[in-house]
């Protein structure tokens, strides 16, 4: 009994998160209420709070589920066996991720949501994220932490050109392999 008890919250609190996803994407990460959301999935208010104690734990497991995709995206995707093409494919993979769900890149990536820091628990998910990112460099010579700020601008500045400037097209994401080479050029040509 405990246990189709306990999958069916854990259903109920995906049916949630999906719920604030759909909404986060037709009026804006923050254009959503908890009220709202329970109109969604058939519930009162008050009664979300038996999932998520409040419309920031609610971001936070959105951000938990947004890193996790980024993992599992990054994880299933091919990998060239030259580290400089890896490199390519890793920026191409990550620019694309961001451009196909703008509310999941703004709530990891841009901080738009006032007030809301990711749990320890959650940002952990973040963090591998990045330590799989300094393998990849890495292998490409890259190791400075200079150059692992660099990288991260660099690829989120092209995913939010991408989001703002031309959502529908690739005026953006047609630089990555440009962007990737000019900044293996800097990187590799002066030891930092």
Not at 9 to 26: K, N, P, V, Y
Not at 148 to 163: E, I, R
Request: charged share 25%; glycine share 6%; aromatic share 8%.
């Amino acid at each position: 009994m405990t246990d189709r008890r306990a999958r069916r919250h854990e259903a109920t609190r995906q049916e949630i998160l999906d719920a604030a996803w759909r909404l986060a994407r037709e009026r804006g990460l923050t254009g959503w209420s908890l009220r709202e959301v329970a109109t969604e999935v058939g519930m009162r208010a008050p009664s979300l709070y038996g999932y998520f104690g409040s419309k920031e734990a609610i971001y936070d497991a959105m951000f938990a589920e947004g890193s996790a995709q980024l993992l599992a995206r990054t994880d299933a995707m091919p990998r060239p066996a030259d580290p400089v093409d890896l490199l390519r494919a890793v920026a191409r993979e990550f620019v694309d991720f961001c451009v196909a769900d703008p509310p999941r890149y703004q709530l990891l990536f841009l901080r738009v949501v006032p007030g809301f820091v990711p749990s320890p628990a959650s940002y952990a998910l973040a963090e591998e994220v990045l330590e799989r990112l300094r393998g990849v460099l890495a292998a490409a010579g890259v190791t400075s932490e200079r150059a692992v700020d660099l990288w991260t601008a660099l690829v989120t500045g092209l995913a939010t050109q991408q989001v703002s400037n031309d959502p529908d097209g690739t005026r953006w994401t047609d630089l990555v392999d440009h962007a990737v080479d000019m900044f293996l050029a800097s990187e590799l040509a002066t030891p930092r």
